[in-house]
């Protein structure tokens, strides 16, 4: 192909891409897009790469890298961003993969950053550094166990004695099977304790990489995201328990009604922090009665 008729590929391809929905594109998308856009057009033999891989990304580096730029890989393909799109509105809808992938430290799964693109990603391949990636180390097992540590520190100590001698180092199934079973008004703070240590150990993650501020602001909120996502159930379950439930037909003296009443109230108080529960206004009397029944 003459180079005046290559000149003329790229503007077709370039008007291609400019068109395309969305900030980013995958290299089998690109591919298509070219084919589409200029089919006479053979890559190949513009790069000089016969057989196997790499034309393509040769064909972008050469030619198109004012156009597109790849920030990371989806699945095994590459993840291009068309350059000049802002990538904020695709990481608002995050998926709560990346949330369950950095809680998991025993997961196949990695956190891969493109500095570049300030995308975040859950997959298995490791990151690439010569494709400008960054590996987001998840939390640990360490760090793990030194968040539910700081959360036993929290409990008096006798919610700590019930729990059978359990060290905070112990066996996780076997201290949060203690937990369930003595201390079952507790786990709904050991909920929230967790969640919030995490979330800040995630966001410490990105803030501690070489990137500029504006990509880590939007991977901060790509995080914040995705943790909203992944905990979807339990803020719906929240907004459920505060919906006025329907009236309760009963035996006359009320007491079916008081039940459900007191089932609802249970439902509520479970899904509050411990800020929550601090702000409750209850009656001295009931206290007293609960304190006297206690001892």
């Known amino acids: 192909m003459r180079e005046y008729d290559i000149n003329e590929a790229l503007r077709a ?26 089919p006479g057009m053979e890559i190949r033999s513009i790069v000089g790469i016969s057989k196997g891989p790499g034309a393509l990304t040769e064909f972008i580096k050469s030619h198109l890298s004012d156009t597109v730029e790849r920030i990371g890989s989806q699945g095994s393909d590459a993840l291009l961003r068309i350059v000049g799109r802002d990538l904020e509105a ?9 949330w369950r992938t950095f809680v998991s430290p025993n997961s196949d799964q990695h956190l891969v950053l493109s500095g570049a693109g300030g995308v975040l990603i859950s997959r298995e391949a490791a990151a690439s550094i010569d494709a400008g990636e960054t590996e987001v180390e998840k939390a640990t097992v360490e760090e793990h166990d030194r968040i539910r540590a700081d959360f036993v520190k929290t409990l008096p100590d006798r919610s700590v004695a019930l ?35 995490l979330s800040e150990l995630f966001t410490a993650r990105i803030k501690s990489l070489a990137v500029k501020e504006l990509v880590q602001q939007t991977v901060i909120e790509q995080v914040k995201a995705s943790e ?4 979807g159930k339990a803020v719906k379950a929240a907004d459920a328990a505060k919906r ?9 003296d009320g007491t079916d009604r008081v039940a459900a009443a007191r089932r609802m109230a249970h439902a509520a108080i479970d899904l509050l922090s411990y800020d929550d529960l601090r702000a409750l206004k209850i009656p001295l009397g009931v206290m007293l009665d609960t304190i006297a029944s206690e001892g």
């Open 13 to 38: 391809i370039r008007s291609a891409i400019q068109a395309w929905t969305g900030p980013t594109i995958t290299g089998g998308q690109l591919a298509a897009l070219i084919r589409a856009a200029a």
């Open 90 to 98: 695709a990481s608002s809808a995050a998926s709560p993969q990346l």
């Open 163 to 197: 729990l059978g001698g359990l060290a905070a180092d112990a066996e996780f199934e076997d201290w949060i099977a203690a937990m369930r079973e003595q201390l079952p008004g507790s786990m709904r703070d050991w909920g929230h304790f967790r969640r919030k240590r």
């Open 228 to 231: 909203l996502a992944a905990y």
């Open 244 to 252: 006025p439930s329907k009236p309760t037909k009963d035996g006359g």
